[in-house]
């Protein structure tokens, strides 16, 4: 981002050029990725417990050689589930 100050008025510009990125999403190519997403869409899964958290849950497991995974969306879901699970009302 590059901000340019003139005399008459202040205004801050902003082109994709001037940017620095920390980090960028290593993304698959468009076209690669829409089959995936007309899958998601045939069956209107969009959050967790869908065909690929599963698949994925299964391929995980086989990989570490363990019977059971767990996959959350963050810390804090992780958390909450272990405070559940032990049986406590407080974090």
């Not at 003139?6 to 960028?24: C, G, H």
């Not at 869908?50 to 995974?69: D, M, N, R, S, T």
């Amino acid at each position: 981002m590059v901000v340019f100050i003139t005399q008459q008025k202040k205004e801050l510009v902003m082109n994709e050029k001037n940017n620095i990125f920390v980090t960028q999403p290593l993304l698959p190519p468009l076209e690669e990725f829409i089959p995936y997403l007309e899958k998601i869409w045939d069956n209107k899964i969009l959050t967790n417990g869908g065909p690929f958290h599963q698949q994925l849950e299964k391929a995980l497991c086989e990989y570490l050689g363990v019977e059971h995974i767990a996959l959350f969306t963050n810390g804090k879901i992780k958390v909450i589930s272990m405070v559940v699970i032990a049986g406590t009302t407080q974090c």
